[in-house]
Nanobody
Framework: QVQLVESGGDLVQAGNSLRLSCAAS????????IGWFRQAPGKEREFVAG?????????TYADSVEGRFTISRDNAKNTVYLQMNSLKPEDTAVYFC??????????WGQGTQVTVSS
């Protein structure tokens, strides 16, 4: 299995940027697809971005963040990043990273809070 720890969340003004990190330990990190998810108060958790080893790391994004967020991974550092630009108040949420095993995201971090003020 793999353990995940997110960091980088903060309070920022709309229009600014943040970079979240997801550090992994345990089983070989490079064998996992990694996704970023978020959950806002009163809402269900939603997919934000993902990087797949099957698709040779080609990233996928939710429509709401396409063009503003970028996911990347550094297997040498066992870390996946989420660069978030042009942040909006509706991006406010707890952000989680997760590792997929089989057909579901099985391993989750504890989350990091992102708050965007208007």
């Amino acid at each position: 299995q793999v353990q995940l720890v997110e960091s980088g969340g903060d309070l920022v003004q709309a229009g600014n940027s943040l970079r979240l990190s997801c550090a992994a330990s345990g089983r070989v990190f490079s064998t996992y697809d990694i996704g970023w998810f978020r959950q806002a108060p009163g809402k269900e958790r939603e997919f934000v971005a993902g990087t797949s080893i099957t698709w040779r790391g080609r990233p996928t994004y939710a429509d709401s963040v396409e063009g503003r967020f970028t996911i990347s991974r550094d297997n040498a550092k066992n870390t996946v990043y989420l660069q978030m630009n042009s942040l909006k108040p509706e991006d406010t949420a707890v952000y989680f990273c997760a590792a997929r095993e089989g057909n579901k995201y099985k391993y989750w971090g504890q989350g990091t809070q992102v708050t965007v003020s208007s």
